[in-house]
C-alpha cells in the first residue's frame, strides 16, 4: 500500500523559509518520478513543483520559481521541498505525490496522482 507522510510545515513570517519532507513507503521509490502539490483553502490543487526518478531534471510551477528547490534522497525514500523567501500567497496544505505521468509534462497536464498523505500546512503571515 502506497504510503506518503508529509512534515515540515509551520506559520512563518513573510520572506521566512521553511523545509518540507515527505517519506514514502509501499512502492519503488526510486523508480518513480514525485511531485509537491498544494492546495489554499476555498481553491483547487496546484501543481508546485515536480522531479524525475534519479533527481536530475527539477521543475516548478512560475509562481514559486528561484525561491523552492525541490530534491530527493532515493536511499531514504524521502523527498523534500526547501521554500524560501515565502509570500503570504504561499500559505496552504502541501501535499507529495507520486506522477502518473513524467515530470516534464507537469507544466502543461495533471500529472500527478490524487492519492495523498495527510498534508502538512504552511501558513505566511506576520
Known amino acids: 500500500e502506497v504510503h506518503l507522510v508529509e512534515s515540515g510545515g509551520g506559520m512563518v513570517n513573510p520572506g521566512g523559509s521553511l523545509t518540507l519532507s515527505c517519506a514514502a513507503s509501499?512502492?519503488?521509490?526510486?523508480?518513480?518520478?514525485m511531485s509537491w502539490v498544494r492546495q489554499a483553502p476555498g481553491k483547487g490543487p496546484e501543481w508546485v513543483s515536480g522531479?524525475?526518478?534519479?533527481?536530475?531534471?527539477?521543475y516548478y510551477a512560475e509562481s514559486v520559481k528561484g525561491r523552492f528547490t525541490i530534491s530527493r534522497d532515493n536511499a531514504k525514500n524521502t523527498l523534500y521541498l526547501q521554500m524560501n523567501s515565502l509570500k503570504p500567497e504561499d500559505t496552504a496544505l502541501y501535499f507529495c505525490?507520486?506522477?502518473?505521468?513524467?515530470?516534464?509534462?507537469?507544466?502543461?497536464?495533471?500529472?500527478?496522482?490524487?492519492?495523498w498523505g495527510q498534508g502538512t500546512q504552511v501558513t505566511v503571515s506576520s
Open positions: 505525490a507520486r506522477n502518473a505521468l513524467p515530470v516534464d509534462l507537469c507544466s502543461v497536464a495533471k500529472c500527478y496522482e490524487t492519492h
Open positions: 509501499g512502492f519503488t521509490f526510486s523508480s518513480v518520478d
Open positions: 522531479i524525475n526518478t534519479g533527481g536530475g531534471s527539477t
